[in-house]
C-alpha cells in the first residue's frame, strides 16, 4: 500500500501499523499453508497434497481479479485470457490425481 505521508501523525501511525498486520498476516498464512500440507501429507500421501496445490494455484488469477474489481468472480463476468483458461485446465488436473490418489 503506498500512500503519501501525511501532516497527521495519528495517520502516519495508522499507516504503519497497517504495514506491519499485514505482513504479519502474510507471515501467519504462509504457515497456515504449509501446516495444511503437512497435515495432508501425514495423513494421506504426496498425491493429494499435489493436487490440493494445484487447485490453490488454479484459484490464483481469479482472486488477483476479484482484488482489483471488488466483485466475486462468476461464470459472467470471467475473463477468458489464455492465462486463465491455463490455470483452469490446473484445477481440472487436480480431480483425476485426487480420485487416483485416494485409490493409490
Avoid: C
Avoid at 26 to 51: M, R
Avoid at 58 to 86: A, C, H, V
Amino acid at each position: 500500500m503506498s500512500l503519501p505521508a501525511s501532516k497527521s501523525s495519528g495517520v502516519n501511525k495508522m499507516i504503519k501499523q497497517s504495514l506491519y498486520l499485514e505482513t504479519v498476516f502474510f507471515i501467519f498464512s504462509i504457515i497456515l499453508a504449509v501446516g495444511y500440507f503437512y497435515a495432508i501429507n501425514h495423513f494421506y500421501n504426496i498425491l493429494l497434497v499435489i493436487a490440493a496445490a494445484l487447485i490453490m494455484i488454479s484459484r490464483l488469477p481469479d482472486l488477483l481479479s476479484e482484488i482489483k474489481t471488488g466483485e466475486k468472480t462468476t461464470k459472467k463476468n470471467m475473463k477468458q485470457r489464455p492465462i486463465d483458461i491455463i490455470f483452469n485446465i490446473l484445477f481440472f488436473i487436480a480431480i483425476p490425481i485426487i480420485w487416483y490418489s485416494f485409490k493409490y
